[in-house]
């Protein structure tokens, strides 16, 4: 079943939709900065709010420049693509959104071969797997160009260490580096590091500012002024060139401003389930950041959720659930008591 399932027909008024953060809806204030912005024409590079974001988001990561984008799909495309040639190869773990999520977009669109590694219990890869498949230079091989890691991956903040390891096997054979951080912010805030900590090992970031940051749509990816040149002409040439688009990048602006700290409340909330869960003994529970997985025991049936207005996904076999800025403390409240009664419920059917 696919993770990202449509909200049931059968579900009655939605109080608390955990199937991911991308729900979020821009708060009051959000919007108020949205409706005030200062706009011009993007296209031109004449949007001050597009330019801002662009500029202050690049100083906070020590990258040199950066691409405002419509969605985090869309800058991972122009971040291979930018990197990438037709025949050359992405090397990526096998449950990464550029492999599983992104309709093979940089294959599709740019003839770029996407090989698929295993992806260790901790969300990164085994660098002696990405040196292994960095292919040796022969006129039957595509050739190998860049190493594109996930962080967070599954909710899973990848340790810094295991990222940099990564990251050396694959520079020592000549790779360039990506990182998807579509939850850029969440892993800083688990992994404790700074900013640029978690940056700097790449050549390219995607950060998305449209999850648990709370805009309603937008992405920006970083690197090297001649990377972003690239990206820059390719997002034009994929339509993703925006007018006034500063009412967008408002919204990113607050977001990096104002919701980057309180994302420690979504994992402790996301903490918070999993003990309640576990206690339950309705089935194995995972927790990574602001992400819980419940593998649920034969007899427990969530698809009671649907009643209590609880909307969840359902990546086969477990049912993940994101907790976000819109789970207030009242609908928090409501999950837990609806999986009491679902957990009394038990075998009852
Ligand atoms: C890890 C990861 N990367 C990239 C994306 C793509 O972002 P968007 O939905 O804005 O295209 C997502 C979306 O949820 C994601 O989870």
Do not use: W
Not at 221 to 226: A, F, H, S, W
Not at 287 to 297: E, H, K
């Amino acid at each position: 079943m696919s993770q990202y399932s449509s909200l049931s027909n059968s579900l009655g008024p939605v109080v608390a939709d955990l199937r991911s953060d991308t729900v979020t809806k821009p708060c009051t204030a959000m919007r108020a900065a949205m409706a005030e912005a200062e706009v011009g024409d993007d296209v031109y590079g004449e949007d001050p709010l597009v330019n801002r974001l662009e500029s202050s988001l690049a100083e906070r990561l020590g990258k040199e420049a950066a691409v405002f984008v419509p969605s985090g799909t869309q800058s991972n495309l122009l971040g291979m693509l930018a990197h990438c040639g037709r025949g050359e190869e992405v090397i990526a773990g096998e449950s990464y959104h550029v492999i599983r999520y992104e309709a093979a977009g940089a294959s599709v669109l740019g003839g770029v071969a996407l090989q698929a590694l295993p992806v260790a219990q901790d969300g990164g890869l085994d660098p002696s797997a990405i040196a292994s498949a960095v292919k040796e230079e022969d006129i039957h091989h595509p050739i190998s160009r860049l190493l594109s890691l996930e962080n967070t991956n599954y909710g899973r903040a990848v340790p810094l260490a295991r990222i940099n390891a990564g990251v050396e096997a694959g520079r020592a054979l000549g790779l360039s580096t990506h990182l998807d951080g579509a939850r850029f912010f969440n892993a800083i805030t688990a992994l404790g590091c700074s900013e640029r900590e978690l940056a700097a090992p790449f050549d390219t970031v995607s950060v998305c500012l449209s999850k648990g940051l709370g805009a309603p749509v937008g992405s920006v990816l970083l690197g090297p002024v001649d990377l972003m040149t690239k990206a820059r002409r390719m997002r034009k040439m994929l339509g993703g060139g925006m007018r006034q688009a500063g009412i967008l990048a408002a919204a990113g602006l607050f977001a990096l401003e104002r919701n980057v700290a309180r994302l420690t409340e979504d994992h402790q909330r996301a903490d918070a389930l999993a003990a309640h869960l576990r206690a339950l003994d309705i089935g194995p529970v995972t927790q990574a950041t602001n992400m819980v997985f419940l593998t649920p025991v034969p007899g427990v049936d969530l698809g009671g959720l649907a009643a209590y207005g609880i909307a969840t996904s359902a990546p086969d076999p477990a049912c993940r659930m994101v907790l976000h800025r819109d789970i207030d403390e009242a609908a928090f409240a409501h999950v837990l008591s609806a999986f009491d009664a679902i957990a009394a419920q038990r075998g009852a059917a």
